[in-house]
């Protein structure tokens, strides 16, 4: 019996929760990224979009449109399934491993300036934003 719209849109939801684990920014994003691309035409198979955008996600997602019939469905449910598994793998390893340190982009605003050196402005962090003398590990780092 082919996947139904519950238990796939249930499975895409499950993926970005496992791609939520991971403790780098990068990693997070791109599996985020990529689950949403993966999903969108057996979604749009199932009638979660307009046709011509479930053409357009089974293109970008490297599918074939006729792909996404029911036996084609229930291929990519077994098959999401052992990715989902190796997402939730990968994601522990990478909370283990992962370290402390954030990217700027995932600092909030507040806890961040720009700040003049000389030639150039420099993004100071943290407690080092606050101190006069502080230098920022991205000192050569100028803002555009």
């Not at 238990?7 to 684990?21: F, G, N, P, W, Y």
């Not at 598994?85 to 491993?97: E, L, Q, S």
């Not at 402005?121 to 006069?132: H, K, N, S, T």
């Amino acid at each position: 019996m082919p996947p139904t719209h519950a238990q796939v849109k249930a499975l895409h939801e499950a993926t970005r929760a496992a791609a939520s684990t991971f403790s780098s920014y990068n990693f997070r994003q791109y599996f985020l990224r990529r689950a949403d691309e993966v999903f969108a035409p057996a979604l749009a198979a199932l009638g979660d979009t307009p046709p011509a955008a479930a053409l357009a996600a089974a293109k970008a997602a490297g599918r074939a449109p006729n792909e996404m019939t029911p036996e084609g469905l229930t291929a990519f449910v077994e098959e999401r399934e052992e990715a989902l598994a190796a997402i939730k793998r990968a994601g522990v390893t990478n909370a283990m491993y992962g370290g402390g340190v954030k990217l700027v982009v995932e600092m909030p605003e507040d806890t961040h300036r720009w700040v003049q050196y000389g030639e150039g402005e420099v993004l100071r962090r943290g407690a080092d934003a606050g101190r006069e003398g502080a230098r920022d590990s991205n000192e050569g780092g100028k803002r555009s």
